[in-house]
């Protein structure tokens, strides 16, 4: 009976660890494999691209993989640990060599790893750690996740390699042209980045001035020359018609009136304010209507909505009513399908070094 017992229990507990197994994303394409669904196909396509031919040009194994967290494939220790665990489970890179290269990011989880192949030693481990506070880590706090990825495999083929996408074929003299120009630009915009620091605080200075000198300078009439006075805000209601006043009132515009004492000559300047409540309105064009939105049948997956708009003057009291429609809602494809689809055969088609990883690297998190 004790034994009977015994033998559940441990049939048990090894179902309970089988359940919980360490498993790893299907390795469908040799390049890149974007299971958070993170890269349009145009994107993908493009880093595909330069991949290949960095492959091409220098034999190296460079994979890219996005996924939504560890935790989908029973991982709950580090990044460190699942990245070289998986690197080594696809063989990345060449068996001779160990020159691989996996890029990981691991979405909700707010991770990534550069694993690089054992052949590599900790040579790169300092490198990879700049260009993922650099380059990488600063598009993706912002969720820009395809241009952070972008820089970052540029950067990190440079590290490798000593020259950028598009530049393996280049004589020593176009590449030492090419280092030039980049390090010229990066002087131009290191002064651009001062010289900007040093005009943004001025800039609100200067509008604030200049609008404040356009209201108040002196006017001469237009029609005998002489100058100008200005009605002071008490009184130059008189002067402005209803739907002037009624701007005033609603503080849609500011209107200030000029006057000349020899000919008694009128001028009135108008004044937008940064209140957006209030439009034009197309019976009276004074900026005196207003709308009021609601929804009467909302959108599905299936069916479009509605939305009423009843705009009403406040002036001439003239009111229309605008019916819009509202876009039917869209659902999320999921990523497995979506990258599933996006690879490309010839990519499929390569089959992996048997390349392994000792834990060289670098991490980041945002």
Same mark, same amino acid.
């Given at each position: 009976?004790?034994?009977?017992?015994?033998?559940?229990?441990?049939?048990?507990?090894?179902?309970?660890? %089988?359940?919980?197994? !360490?498993?790893?994303? #299907?390795?469908?394409?040799?390049?890149?494999?974007?299971?958070? =669904?993170?890269?349009?196909? %145009?994107? #993908?396509? =493009?880093? $595909?691209?330069?991949? #290949?031919? &960095?492959?091409?040009?220098?034999?190296? #194994?460079?994979?890219?993989?996005?996924?939504? !967290?560890?935790?989908?494939?029973?991982?709950?220790?580090?990044?460190?640990?699942?990245?070289?665990?998986? &690197?080594?489970?696809?063989?990345?890179?060449?068996?001779?060599?160990?020159?691989?290269?996996?890029?990981?990011?691991?979405?909700?989880?707010? +991770?990534?790893?550069?694993?690089?192949?054992?052949?590599?030693? =900790?040579?790169?481990?300092?490198?990879?750690?700049?260009?993922?506070?650099?380059?990488?880590?600063?598009? &993706?706090?912002?969720?820009?996740?395809?241009?952070?990825?972008?820089?970052?495999?540029?950067?990190?083929?440079?590290?490798?390699?000593?020259?950028?996408?598009?530049?393996?074929?280049?004589? /020593?003299?176009?590449?030492?042209?090419?280092?030039?120009?980049?390090?010229?630009?990066?002087?131009?915009?290191?002064?651009?980045?001062?010289?900007?620091?040093?005009?943004?605080?001025?800039?609100?200075?200067? $509008?604030?001035?200049?609008?404040?000198?356009?209201?108040?300078?002196? $006017?001469?009439?237009?029609?005998?020359?002489?100058?100008?006075?200005?009605?002071?805000? +008490?009184?130059?209601? +008189?002067?402005?018609?209803?739907?002037? !006043?009624?701007?005033?009132?609603?503080?849609?515009?500011? *209107?200030?009136?000029?006057?000349?004492?020899?000919?008694?000559?009128?001028?009135?300047? @108008?004044?937008?304010?940064?209140?957006?409540?209030?439009? %034009?309105?197309?019976?009276?064009? *004074?900026?005196?209507?207003?709308?009021?939105?609601?929804?009467?049948?909302?959108?599905?997956?299936?069916?479009?909505?509605?939305?009423?708009?009843? /705009?009403?003057?406040?002036?001439?009291? =003239?009111?229309?009513?605008?019916?819009?429609?509202?876009?039917?809602?869209?659902?999320?494809?999921?990523? @497995?399908?979506?990258?599933?689809?996006?690879?490309?055969?010839?990519?499929?088609?390569?089959?992996?070094?048997?390349?392994?990883?000792?834990?060289?690297?670098? @991490?980041?998190?945002?």
């Amino acid at each position: 009976m004790i034994k009977t017992i015994k033998a559940g229990a441990l049939l048990l507990l090894f179902s309970v660890c %089988a359940a919980f197994a !360490q498993t790893f994303p #299907e390795d469908r394409d040799f390049f890149v494999n974007d299971y958070a =669904d993170l890269l349009t196909d %145009a994107q #993908e396509r =493009d880093l $595909r691209e330069t991949l #290949e031919a &960095f492959y091409d040009a220098r034999q190296v #194994e460079f994979t890219v993989l996005t996924i939504d !967290q560890m935790s989908d494939y029973g991982h709950q220790g580090s990044i460190e640990s699942f990245a070289t665990d998986l &690197f080594n489970t696809w063989g990345i890179g060449d068996a001779q060599r160990n020159d691989g290269l996996l890029l990981l990011v691991s979405h909700l989880d707010r +991770e990534l790893r550069v694993e690089v192949g054992a052949g590599y030693g =900790d040579t790169l481990d300092g490198p990879m750690q700049r260009v993922i506070n650099k380059k990488i880590v600063p598009y &993706f706090r912002l969720d820009d996740y395809p241009k952070g990825i972008a820089a970052g495999i540029d950067e990190i083929i440079y590290q490798v390699a000593g020259r950028y996408p598009g530049e393996h074929d280049l004589s /020593w003299f176009n590449h030492a042209r090419n280092q030039i120009k980049r390090g010229f630009s990066s002087v131009i915009s290191l002064l651009g980045a001062w010289l900007l620091l040093l005009i943004i605080p001025l800039i609100p200075f200067g $509008r604030r001035w200049y609008k404040h000198w356009q209201r108040n300078h002196a $006017r001469k009439c237009p029609v005998d020359g002489s100058r100008m006075r200005r009605y002071l805000e +008490e009184t130059e209601d +008189e002067k402005l018609s209803p739907g002037q !006043q009624m701007e005033e009132r609603l503080k849609s515009v500011d *209107h200030d009136v000029w006057y000349c004492d020899q000919c008694d000559h009128i001028t009135i300047t @108008s004044y937008p304010t940064r209140q957006k409540i209030y439009g %034009a309105c197309h019976n009276c064009n *004074h900026r005196t209507l207003e709308g009021r939105s609601l929804v009467t049948a909302m959108p599905s997956t299936t069916q479009s909505g509605e939305r009423t708009i009843t /705009w009403t003057c406040h002036n001439c009291n =003239d009111v229309n009513v605008e019916h819009r429609v509202i876009p039917v809602t869209r659902a999320r494809s999921s990523s @497995s399908s979506s990258s599933s689809s996006r690879s490309s055969s010839s990519s499929r088609s390569r089959s992996r070094g048997g390349g392994r990883s000792s834990g060289g690297g670098a @991490s980041g998190k945002w």
